[in-house]
């Protein structure tokens, strides 16, 4: 039995031996895959944010607009604040527009100020 968080949608599955190369198999190491290379841009992103974006979207985590990079730095289970706030504190066009995206992507509504 192999435990995965949901960081990629990835609940408790059972892998037998019954199952290998099947699609059941192939979608498992597709998911598991895809959670390594998460994991690890997770990781880098507390170092270095903006190279982590970079990679994120290379390897199809992340879309390249500045929404998709809005709501994927908004979304993404395990990214430290301090980096998130490091990005968005950029001063080239792009972050500054994904900066103005990842605030219009949050809810103020029901919030007593």
Sequence with gaps: ?????SAVGVDDHEVS?????TPEAATYEELKAQKTALQAIV???????????KQA?????????????????RDTPGLAKTAIGEYLGGH???????????????NYHNIVF
């Design 57 to 73: 979207i290379a390897s199809g985590l992340c879309g390249e607009t500045t929404e998709e990079i809005a709501h994927w730095l």
């Design 43 to 53: 990781d880098l992103f507390k170092e270095k944010p903006k190279k982590a974006v």
């Design 92 to 106: 080239t066009d792009e972050e500054i527009e994904v900066m103005h995206k990842f605030q219009d992507g949050m």
């Design 1 to 5: 039995r192999v435990r995965s968080t």
């Design 17 to 21: 031996s019954s199952h290998k190369g």
